[in-house]
């Protein structure tokens, strides 16, 4: 299976504070994506970065992609309440998508 | 545009019950897929259709069917419903790839299943 891990599985944080989550794939990959999940809801895209981009700015977000390590990070700079969510990786083969198991993110206000 | 919608947001089933969960897009995209999201595993793909007329299996189809019954709409079958398939289903959209960009998906609201 392509299915990536998130890491950590649970991340607790101050309003205010930057929040670092990571991502790590098994095969090569052509980009990688990131979306966000509020609870009981869908998910919406994030951010996309590709295969031959190390580093992504949008906004308040920063995305690394190390592929020679077969990881990524997201970074979620002065976050916000509204930052609670679960955040999952993405990569794709094609048409299919293979997300991993996700970092539950609480800022605490 | 309403993106994305699901029908139903709740179903409680008793074992071997059969029922279909609706999907509809209205952003004239080609691909759609079916997913399963469970406690710790993430989403799983169940079915995709990169197009309309075509359907093909993914991670976990047994137990599942699929219809692509035009562009807009692609339901998910369970015949004989079973414990294992409580979970909550996602369907997702996207665009005909045509460059950067068209590898985003984009997700309804979900639907909850419970299979007694």
């Known amino acids: 299976s392509q299915q990536g891990e998130e890491d950590p599985q649970a991340l607790s944080i101050q309003e205010g504070e930057n929040a670092t989550m990571n991502c790590s794939y098994k095969?090569?990959?052509?980009?990688l994506q990131w979306y966000r999940q509020n609870s009981g809801r869908g998910l919406v895209h994030l951010i996309l970065i590709r295969s031959n981009e190390r580093e992504k700015h949008s906004g308040r977000l920063r995305v690394t992609l190390d592929t020679s390590k077969k990881s990524s990070s997201l970074l979620i700079t002065a976050s916000r309440a509204a930052d609670t969510a679960s955040y999952f990786c993405?990569?794709?083969?094609?048409?299919?998508?293979?997300f991993g198991t996700g970092t539950s993110l609480t800022v605490i206000p | 545009n309403a993106g994305v919608t699901q029908t139903p947001k709740f179903q409680v089933l008793k074992t071997g019950q059969s029922m279909t969960l609706q999907c509809a897009q209205d952003?004239?995209?080609?691909?759609m897929y079916w997913y399963r999201q469970d406690p710790g595993m993430g989403l799983r793909l169940i079915y995709y259709s990169a197009s309309e007329g075509t359907t093909d299996k993914g991670e976990v189809p047994n137990g599942y069917n699929v219809s692509r019954l035009n562009k807009r709409e692609f339901s998910l079958r369970l015949e004989s419903a079973a414990p294992s398939q409580t979970s909550v289903y996602f369907c997702?959209?996207?665009?005909?790839?045509?460059?950067?960009?068209?590898?985003?998906?984009?997700f309804g609201p979900g639907t909850r299943l419970t299979v007694l």
């Open positions: 095969t090569s990959i052509n980009n």
């Open positions: 997702a959209s996207r665009p005909r790839r045509v460059g950067v960009g068209t590898d985003t998906q984009y």
């Open positions: 993405a990569t794709n083969t094609g048409n299919q998508f293979y």
């Open positions: 952003m004239n995209h080609n691909s």
